[in-house]
């Protein structure tokens, strides 16, 4: 049962404008929310990440928006790089009775290629 | 910042042996220890969770006796994939739970062959 679902495989987007990576969850109990990049055969490498008490984050380029309501955030990337060109993973965590402080849900991934 | 080194990074062995791969936190005390394996094209599935001197916490369907985790320090856990076979190969990677949050290691890279 994929609890954290990123629907999009790919994505596509030129140099210097947005990439909008999307994500889904399942699970009200997630309270902590975070975004992952990852190259080919190296272990993900965190991005950025938000709280369940907030509704955006932003980090330089990256910003991340929460939508508690329709268990939805989103991860934007602007101005996107080539050098952003990797597999972005979502994950979620909650701290719900019986579950694994740390532990993590991931989505299945959205590879971006930014293109000069 | 938290570094969580992960070896080896890619092995080739037999079907039959068995594969032991290593994960130290560096600057950091790692309470817990979590392992897992990506498919190509899937999300990293967590096989299961170690915690410092105790037994490890093994997720539905995934083998204890096959996959054999070791954390016998704060900073050092290991899993052994025994008598491996070709549908163990995969990526494997650890994160390290401490202070820091979750620090991943570089993944490692097993085909069996």
């Known amino acids: 049962d994929q609890q954290v679902k990123q629907n999009s495989p790919s994505l596509s987007v030129q140099e210097g404008r947005i990439s909008i990576l999307n994500c889904d969850y399942t699970?009200?109990?997630?309270?902590?929310f975070l975004w992952y990049k990852k190259y080919p055969a190296e272990g993900p490498t965190f991005l950025i990440s938000?709280?369940?008490?907030?509704d955006k984050n932003e980090d330089g380029r990256f910003t991340v928006f929460l939508n508690k309501s329709a268990k939805h955030l989103s991860l934007h990337i602007v101005p996107s790089q080539p050098g952003d060109s990797a597999v972005y993973f979502c994950?979620?965590?909650?701290?719900?009775?019986?579950?694994?402080?740390?532990?993590?849900?991931f989505g299945r991934g959205t590879q971006l290629t930014v293109w000069p | 910042g938290a570094v969580v080194s992960q070896h080896p990074s890619w092995v080739i062995c037999k079907s039959g042996t068995s594969v032991k791969i290593e994960c130290r936190s560096l600057d950091f005390q790692a309470t817990t220890m979590f392992w897992y394996r990506q498919f190509p094209k899937q999300s990293l599935m967590l096989m299961a969770t170690s915690n410092e001197g105790s037994k490890a916490t093994y997720e539905q369907g995934v083998e204890k006796d096959k996959f054999l985790i070791n954390h016998a320090s704060l900073t050092l856990s290991t899993l052994t994939v025994t008598s491996a076979h070709p549908e163990d190969s995969s990526f494997y990677i650890c994160s390290a739970s401490g202070w820091t949050g979750n620090t991943f290691g570089s993944g490692t890279r097993l085909t069996v062959v």
């Open positions: 938000i709280s369940s008490i907030k």
């Open positions: 994950a979620a965590s909650g701290r719900s009775r019986g579950s694994t402080l740390g532990r993590l849900y």
């Open positions: 699970n009200s109990m997630f309270d902590y």
